[in-house]
């Protein structure tokens, strides 16, 4: 097997000529991937609406998120045996077919199918390129890469809608699927040298936990589909959707207590509640704002362009949330927790813009001026947590809560859209706000309830601030110190039970 990049002499940039080519693709894919995540999120009211499929509109988005959960744990342990190669150029020919197949979808039913193996392309996708990085580039040029990807999202975020819409509203919603391709395209130069680059691995048989991970994966993806489609068909009266999607809740709900660590579901202090904290805000801010495309373009009669300004701004103040919680004043003066209640907090008075828009109380504007502060939280909270979970778990765990953190997000989207989703199907034929408010409303009650629990999220104390001695400074003696994790602190940081870091910087 060939060894990933470890090389302590010195790195060079992202783009010296070794590489170069490594970075550029990368970069490529993900800003192709954005663009296609906010276009389609744009013009997908406008396509449910085009093809008479409003019913399956929930099930529409909320699909990708179950094939995604399924397609990142198949391609996680498949990587490990194959290297990234093969499983990025899957990725590749999954999304060309998804969009071809959305764009030349004849009805609804198609158009989710298409949507499903979107969803397989992006697991296949994030995955094989964050293990293409990890063997191509050396550590001090990775954080710099993955920083480049969050960056590479802004630019999409801000443009991707508003392109996308005037493409529906020049040319057609099925013209706006054309450009993703063509990106794609463009982008294949810097792909075939990456691909040559990437590593494979030595043969070695699978292993038991690798099969009950994917089959676990592939449980709670299928019974999030089910029901998804359950609720949304069962709008309609049907008995048998709703049988079906009461079974599917109770196969989510027995299954997320073995998938999850252990303590979860009781938001034991530390990582256990950081992994409640993440499915609830899930619910919280997919309920406050993925129906908003859909109040401005089939309800309020806005164009495509108008309806993803709400998509322009997530993505910007969230980018703004998450640098506000880089900072590290922030960090020194507050606990993980107390930032977190904090971000809820600002997400559920956010929420208050949507859900007054979709009473018809206030205007566009200041509806939309009021949903960015529901993404400046939810890029606060997010980031934050991000960076606590790796501080709170051991490194030889922290495979297993990432996992579980993934599949938290994707339990949380889906509940809200279902949710969302059977409100609209059972209005479908004359869609008003009134399904929407009620989602809203739902994401509000979601943030609220999180803000407690986001407390927890402080390792073993309540206010997450107990002050302890860190390090015995010469002619100083001990600093204080706030611990957030079992063995960490900050302000004078105890990296270990008997290391520690310097006020700035330096082992003392």
Partial sequence: MAARVTTSKPAGSLLSPEYRWVTIAALALVTIGAYENRAVTTILPIVASDLDGLRWFGLATALPAATFLFASALAGAWTDHIGPRRILIGSLIAFSLAQVGCGLAPTMEVLVAARALSGVGEGFL???LVVLIADLLPESLRAKVFAAFSTAWILPSMLGPAIAGAITDWLGWRAAFVLPLLLLGLAIPALIPAIRLAQGREQRPWTAQE??????????????????????AGASGAWLPIVAAVVAAV??????AHVLPAGTLRAERGAPALILTVLTLSVAFTGIGSLLPL??????GQSAAIAGLSLSITGVFWALGSNISSRDALRRRYSPGRISALAMALMALGGLGPLLLALDVIAIIPALAAFAVSAIGMGLINTTLSVHLTILVPGEELGKYLAARTIAVAVGVAAATASGGALVAAEADHLTARPITLTVLVGILAALATVPLARRVDAGHPQGTSARPCCETPGRGPREVSELGPTLCV????????????EIGGVS
């Fill in 126 to 128: 994030d995955i094989s």
């Fill in 211 to 232: 099969w009950a991970t994917i089959r676990a994966a592939a449980i709670v993806a299928s019974a999030i589909a089910l029901l998804t489609w359950g609720v949304s």
């Fill in 251 to 256: 196969v989510v709900a027995a299954r997320l």
């Fill in 295 to 300: 109040l401005l373009a089939t309800v309020r």
């Fill in 491 to 502: 302000g004078g940081t105890s990296v270990g039970p008997t290391h520690c870091v310097g």
